[in-house]
């Protein structure tokens, strides 16, 4: 969503080079950077656990998880292509006084489509979520494996058609308005997903005061559920809150409230990129099949490594003894 001034940056182009513009403080600077080299090689790790867990473990292979490994890719396109380019960008600021708006543009382009993408999975999710509360003996049939793909396609499909449009569509055709609607949209349904399930919920707890002949079985299985649906809540939440200063100084005021290259604006940014290095510790913190998957996965790596580099020290030995 950084691209929403985008048409700015273009605009700019040429005209902001000065090193009074686009210097940052060295200990703004560096501090970014340091920052941003964390949540890329973290996120990145962090992503990669998530899909590897749900493509390796048959117990992580449902509707939900296939969503959140599909949100975990558009948060890889932060960790390992935006990140690492916005690296770049920070490190001409600091120390060559250059915005750098040359590399800037992928960035822009990406950072948008991330972003965008990122609120369509939630919706789909959160549709996900309101379909096993409410109707749990439904959701399997619904959720079948061309309801999920229809949801992953519609969740990379419109943020593609947005950047699509506003990368060749004439600048008098409203992209902001559009963009904005959409991003609106995905909102809109993630919020009416979870005030319905917290409807559900307040329902579902009288009925089981007033009867306690359900299976044991049914009640660890709705339990499960809502449990899943209370840690996606939490990814939104969090997501909201590391978005929340962009659109409010860049978003809701139709303009630029800070210093485009300023320091301010710099660490505004950083924190909307850190969003996506949360996701997988949401998950390992509060679903307990992703934190053994992931605690496997560590395990056979470190296993693989340290065998890797026994064999690697046997073969130096041996050759060391022939010579």
């Excluded at 080079?17 to 403080?25: A, H, M, Q, V, Y």
């Excluded at 992503?47 to 493509?55: K, P, Q, T, Y």
């Excluded at 117990?59 to 558009?74: K, P, V």
């Excluded at 505004?268 to 605690?295: C, H, K, W």
Aim: hydrophobic share 50%.
């Amino acid at each position: 969503m950084d691209n929403l001034n985008y048409s700015n940056t273009s605009n700019a182009k040429g005209t902001n080079n000065s090193g009074d513009d686009c210097s940052l403080e060295a200990a703004h600077g560096i501090s970014l950077l340091t920052s941003n080299l964390l949540v890329c090689i973290i996120g990145s790790l962090g992503n990669l656990l998530v899909c590897v867990a749900v493509g390796t473990n048959p117990r992580l292979r449902r509707s939900s998880n296939f969503l959140l490994c599909s949100l975990a890719i558009a948060d890889l396109i932060v960790t390992m292509v935006c990140e690492p380019i916005f690296v770049a960008v920070l490190v001409k600021k600091t120390f060559f006084n250059d915005c750098a708006l040359s590399i800037e543009v992928p960035y822009l382009a990406l950072s948008r489509l991330s972003c965008t993408a990122s609120v369509a999975h939630m919706a789909a999710i959160s549709v996900d979520r309101f379909i096993a509360v409410v109707f749990p003996l439904r959701h399997r049939y619904v959720m079948g494996n061309h309801a999920v793909t229809s949801m992953l396609v519609m969740s990379w499909t419109l943020p593609i058609s947005v950047l699509l449009i506003d990368r060749f569509v004439p600048e008098s055709f409203p992209k902001g308005f559009l963009a904005l609607g959409m991003f609106t949209l995905f909102y809109l349904t993630i919020f009416m997903s979870y005030s319905l399930i917290v409807i559900a919920l307040l329902k579902n707890r009288k009925k089981r005061n007033k009867l306690r002949a359900r299976s044991q079985t049914g009640e660890d299985n709705f339990r499960v559920e809502v449990r899943v649906a209370f840690t996606l809540a939490i990814v939104i939440s969090v997501f909201t809150a590391y978005w929340i200063p962009f659109f409010f100084f860049f978003t809701a005021t139709g303009k630029l409230s800070l210093k485009r290259y300023g320091s301010a604006h710099m660490w505004i940014r950083t924190l909307a990129l850190s969003n996506s290095a949360m996701n997988f510790l949401i998950y390992g913190l509060r679903l307990e099949s992703f934190r053994e998957s992931f605690v496997s996965i560590l395990r056979t790596v470190f296993k693989k490594f340290t065998a890797l580099c026994k064999r690697k020290k046997i073969s130096h030995t041996v050759g060391y003894r022939v010579q």
